[in-house]
T-cell receptor, first 116, second 117 residues
């Protein structure tokens, strides 16, 4: 049981390039999330998904796109990278079942992205 | 307006002492949850403790306890018997509904805890 995995761990992009951050979970969780963490700050929600085929915007969605074709995978696409997208990106998942700790979000190890 | 406020950017504590990290929140929901996560210098997010808004007892997990004062909208983390390995950034987060059954976590700005030998 690997939990939430993210690739790559590090990436440097030039301004205007595009890339996809991969996220996979093997816990059969319905809910998946993408956050970004700027230096010295807390995490901010970019996009989330409540199940395959269903995605919605979070607090800071501009410049990003997502898709959810399977329960396991939730890739984040950056089009036309900008320096403001330099950040650490975390993917997370949760079961979303009724209850309390079932809403706990399990985080991947993060992807450190630099746009220059 | 800030939904999660952590007013202590940095804290120092002597090894083996207890420390309290402050967190206040703002929500109009009746049903919500409060989490604390630890982020060591390696960067991963580690879940520590959870408190539901309807839980009458304060949550405890080993050396971690959550001092939940609902009327004051505060959810402070207490770490007892601090260890050097507790040095890390600590984030308070609130789970709230975004739409339908979807929930999101809103994070505070964090408190950097340093445990001194």
């Amino acid at each position: 049981n690997a939990g939430v995995t993210q690739t790559p761990k590090f990436r440097i992009l030039k301004i205007g390039q595009s890339m996809t951050l991969q996220c996979t979970q093997d816990m059969n969780h319905n809910y998946m999330y993408w956050y970004r963490q700027d230096p010295g700050m807390g995490l901010k929600l970019i996009y989330y998904s409540v199940g395959a085929g269903i995605t919605d915007k979070g607090e800071v969605p501009n410049g990003y796109n997502v898709s959810r074709s399977t329960t396991e995978d939730f890739p984040l696409r950056l089009e036309l990278a900008a320096p403001s997208q330099t950040s650490v990106y975390f993917c997370a998942s949760s079961s979303g079942l009724a209850g309390t700790v079932s809403y706990e979000q399990y985080f991947g190890p993060g992807t450190r992205l630099t746009v220059t | 307006a800030q939904k999660i406020t952590q007013t202590q950017p940095g804290m120092f504590v002597q090894e083996k002492e207890a420390v309290t990290l402050d967190c206040t929140y703002d929500t109009s929901d009746q049903s919500y949850g409060l989490f604390w996560y630890k982020q060591p210098s390696s960067g991963e997010m580690i879940f520590l403790i959870y408190q539901g808004s309807y839980d009458e007892q304060n949550a405890t997990e080993g050396r971690y306890s959550l001092n939940f004062q609902k009327a004051r909208k505060s959810a402070n983390l207490v770490i007892s018997a601090s260890q050097l390995g507790d040095s890390a950034m600590y984030f308070c987060a609130m789970r709230e509904r975004v739409s339908g059954s979807a929930r999101q976590l809103t994070f505070g700005s964090g408190t950097q805890l340093t445990v001194l030998p």
